[in-house]
């Protein structure tokens, strides 16, 4: 399967602990994107990546999020102390640099 | 005001019936359109971009309307495999490079026998 894979694909964690979600785009997409769900929302923009370099970052992204692509292919998106509004579907997405983004099937977090 | 605006629906309609959707965006500076559909606790998955000229794919024609910032897709001889979210979506770059998709909350479809 050459799409966009993340993992884990459900992570339930209890509230103050740290998780770490990862992306493995397209193989040629020099493009990521981390993008968040809530229920009955449509995907909320979080963070982008050109390569390794991190271009946008959204406001959403507080202090306690943080994202890194170390070597311009797979990402990792790391949220510490999880709290219960953290809860929502982790959806990556990558592009070649055209308009179309491919998502990979999302991480659903669950923050007891 | 939203950044892109949808009914959320749902829209219940029998099979074979044809079926539109609407959708407003706030940014006249917005330069790429697109409908996503996302099945229930899957990921988006482009159905198609949206080109000023409007554009078809089969059954489905996306329209849009610079003017008014309106955006449609008409779902003709609706299927039950038709069935999902339809998510307007808008290129969140300004500037002209991609950037950023901005997605309403989606029209929920639902086609019965």
Known sequence: DTGVSQDPRHKITKRGQNVTFRCDPI???NRLYWYRQTLGQGPEFLTYFQNEAQLEK???LSDRFSAERPKGSFSTLEIQRTEQGDSAMYLCASSTGTDTQYFGPG?????L | ?????QDPGPFNVPEG????FNCTYSNSASQSFFWYRQDCRKEPKLLMSVYSSGNEDGRFTAQLNRASQYISLLIRDSKLSDSATYLCVVNGNYGGSQGNLIFGKGTKLSVKP
């Not at chain 1, 991480?107 to 923050?111: A, H, M």
């Not at chain 2, 005001?1 to 605006?5: A, G, H, L, N, S």
């Not at chain 2, 019936?17 to 539109?20: H, L, S």
């Open chain 1, 107 to 111: 991480t659903r977090l669950t923050v």
């Open chain 2, 17 to 20: 019936a044809t079926v539109a």
């Open chain 1, 27 to 29: 193989s040629e997409h």
């Open chain 1, 58 to 60: 959204s406001r959403l």
């Open chain 2, 1 to 5: 005001r939203k950044e892109v605006e």
